[in-house]
């Protein structure tokens, strides 16, 4: 499996971005997908996940701003990111699991300026 995140830039606070990450493989459907973030010197962070239903997690520190979305059709992951604030600056992955096994992407960097 391999994930291409895009999307990523400089963003004033209080801006939006969308993140895209393309899967391959013709069973995207069956995937659990992820986003998650690492802040400079910080641990990396689950931000969003959706499993093939539909079903959502977020963490409190995203709830309400950032939404995250899957296109099955073309075997894409989105993240919708609003009222962006300075601390969500950082490198956004997104990770597919499948079968017990998990695949990361390279990475967008994402900077909020304030």
């Known amino acids: 499996v391999q994930l291409q995140a895009s999307g990523g830039g400089l963003v004033q606070a209080g801006g939006s971005l969308r993140l895209s990450c393309a899967a391959s493989?013709?069973?995207?459907?069956?995937?659990?997908m992820a986003w998650y973030r690492q802040a400079p010197e910080k641990q990396r962070e689950l931000i969003a996940r959706?499993?093939?239903?539909?079903?959502?997690l977020y963490p409190d520190s995203v709830k309400g701003r950032f939404t995250v979305s899957r296109d099955n059709a073309k075997s894409t992951v989105y993240l919708q990111m609003n009222s962006l604030k300075p601390e969500d600056t950082g490198v956004y992955f997104c990770?597919?699991?499948?079968?017990?096994?998990?695949?990361w992407g390279q990475g967008t960097q994402v900077t909020v300026s304030s």
């Open positions: 959706i499993i093939n239903e539909g079903t959502t």
């Open positions: 493989g013709s069973i995207f459907r069956f995937y659990a």
């Open positions: 990770k597919a699991n499948i079968g017990g096994n998990e695949y």
